[in-house]
């Protein structure tokens, strides 16, 4: 077969139709979907799921790395979703999203790990007949 008919071919394939079993399986899936999100929100709004914490560390100091995480997050998910509705069709990530969230959490494990050396070092206990140089 030649390359002009290949194309023609692949060209004139017809789209995937889900037809209404899939159509019905996939509004349920999306009621499900929006009955989680209203029950987590619920929980929020009555105060069951706390979010105190949500962008601070655990002594209470504000965590630019977990800011820097969820900012990130949200505005891909925002874009995915203007995406949807825009087309209805999901919109394809490019390499550089990955590569952003993939910078930002990387950010946030750095911090996580200096964090974690930081209180090691300061709860060992100290020899009291070594030199502070040689600690």
């Known amino acids: 077969m030649s390359e002009t008919n290949l194309a023609a071919v692949a060209t004139s394939t017809p789209p995937v139709q889900l037809g209404w079993l899939g159509m019905a399986g996939a509004s349920i899936l999306l009621a499900l979907l929006v009955a989680l999100v209203g029950t987590v929100l619920v929980h929020i709004w009555q105060g069951k799921i706390d979010l105190s914490k949500l ?3 655990e002594n209470g100091d504000a965590s630019m790395s977990r800011f820097q995480l969820l900012v990130f997050t ?3 998910a925002l874009g995915m979703v203007v995406g949807l509705v825009r087309t209805g069709d999901f919109p394809d990530l ?3 999203h990955f590569i952003l969230l993939g910078i930002s959490a990387g950010s946030y494990l750095g911090a996580k790990v200096v964090q974690k ?3 090691a070092r300061t709860a060992a206990p100290r020899n009291p007949a070594t030199p502070d140089h040689e600690q």
Do not use: K, P
């Open 55 to 57: 962008l601070s560390e």
């Open 117 to 119: 050396a930081r209180e």
């Open 94 to 96: 490019s390499e550089d």
């Open 74 to 76: 949200f505005v891909i």
